[in-house]
């Protein structure tokens, strides 16, 4: 708003009572610079990621910020009235942590005394090669190794935690067409040769027993489907579809417990590692005695590159079927020639690699993919 012909911000208390701050621009050297387009506002705390610079408040035409500055500059001060009490101490709910590679972990700071009048916690990372943090303390591993998580308090005050990324899940690039990469273990685990979880089609949790009793999306029967139908005779008698053909994210097992980017390949992104990889199958895979398939790179510069797909079986009612002879996995598509069936890849000793399709209400492994 402009008052007296001085253009600036308009503050208005939620009891009504209002201050204006003129847009008073900012001094660098001896100029006087954006004066009637831009307000600048020293906040009192340092930016304690780069302690050369303070917080200040900014405003335009366009809307209200907060940002960071060279403290030698000249903004302009708005006083405030009333005890100023520091932050004696800060402490996080975890000092020590330890993450695979992809991994994201919430950590929470308190501030001690709880009416201390500048409350806010700024976060670093000692190395963020191998893991970041967020403004609101949510760390993300990124590379195996050990860092230092440090939250500031306002006074100068801080708590640490320390951080050890471990190998865990990796994006592998198998030189595909698409550039899509390919997990190096299966869902829920953390090395190749361990099965991991299974889950039933559109599921996003293992459970007991995998059949049509418990699964999620029907009400009790393969012919009461209460999502992902697109054929009238398999949603309880009603005749009614949602054509759903692809599975949503929120029901995709990889996107649900791996986060990010992952999430289940289509049939299709299946059929490309098959055409565009050396498949083999092995009986020991690296000595571990776990039999699977080998996926191994064709493509010049990417012959050395492997994922290997353990031989997991598959889950019906509480029994496991045939681990050791057969990969299951599942993709996230319907199939339209067996519905309602579900694709997945399938390999044993004497078939495949293949594409195939079973009931949905089975637990079958699930290996993620990302961009």
């Known amino acids: ?63 209200v910020g907060r940002g960071n500055s060279g403290r030698y500059f000249g903004l302009s001060v708005r006083p405030v009235y009333g005890e100023f009490i ?45 893991a970041k943090v967020d403004g609101d303390g949510l760390v993300t591993a990124v590379a195996p190794g050990t860092v230092t998580i440090t939250a500031y308090g306002s006074s100068g005050v801080s708590a640490s935690c320390t951080v050890t990324v471990k190998k865990g899940v990796q994006a592998v690039d198998l030189g595909l067409p698409s550039g899509l990469k390919w997990a190096s273990c299966n869902v829920g685990a953390t090395k190749p040769e361990e099965f991991g979880d299974y889950f039933a089609w559109g599921e996003t949790e293992p459970k007991a027993s995998y059949d049509w009793s418990t699964y999620k999306w029907c009400n009790g029967a393969s012919d009461a489907l209460t999502k992902y139908c697109f054929d009238p005779s398999y949603w309880g008698g009603t005749g009614q579809m949602d054509n759903k053909k692809q599975l949503d994210l929120a029901d995709d097992a990889a996107n649900a417990n791996m986060g990010g980017d992952w999430r289940m390949p289509t049939n299709a992104e299946w059929q490309e590692l098959i055409d565009n990889c050396t498949v083999t199958w092995t009986s020991n895979y690296n000595g571990t005695g776990v039999a699977g398939s080998i996926f191994t790179g064709k493509k010049s510069g990417y012959t050395g590159v492997s994922i290997f797909i353990p031989a997991a079986g598959w889950r019906i009612d509480t029994v496991t079927m045939d681990p050791e002879h057969y990969c299951y996995c599942w993709t996230s598509v319907l199939d339209d020639e067996r519905y309602p069936s579900v694709a997945y890849y399938f390999m044993s000793s004497d078939y495949g690699p293949d594409i195939n399709s079973f009931d949905r209400a089975d637990g079958r492994s699930v290996r993620a993919v990302c961009p």
């Open 1 to 63: 708003t402009t008052q007296n012909g001085v253009n600036g911000r308009l503050v208005t208390g939620p009891n009504g009572k209002s201050i204006f701050l003129p847009a008073a621009g900012y001094r660098a050297g001896t100029n006087l610079l954006d004066a009637g387009s831009y307000g600048d506002y020293w906040f009192s705390s340092l930016y304690t990621n780069g302690p050369h610079t303070a917080y200040y408040f900014c405003f335009d035409s366009g809307g």
């Open 86 to 130: 520091p932050v004696a101490s800060i402490s996080l709910d975890k000092t020590s942590l330890e993450l695979n590679a992809g991994d994201k972990q919430q950590l929470t700071a308190s501030v001690s005394p709880s009416n201390a009048t500048a409350k806010d916690v700024h976060w670093e990372s000692s190395d963020e090669s191998i």
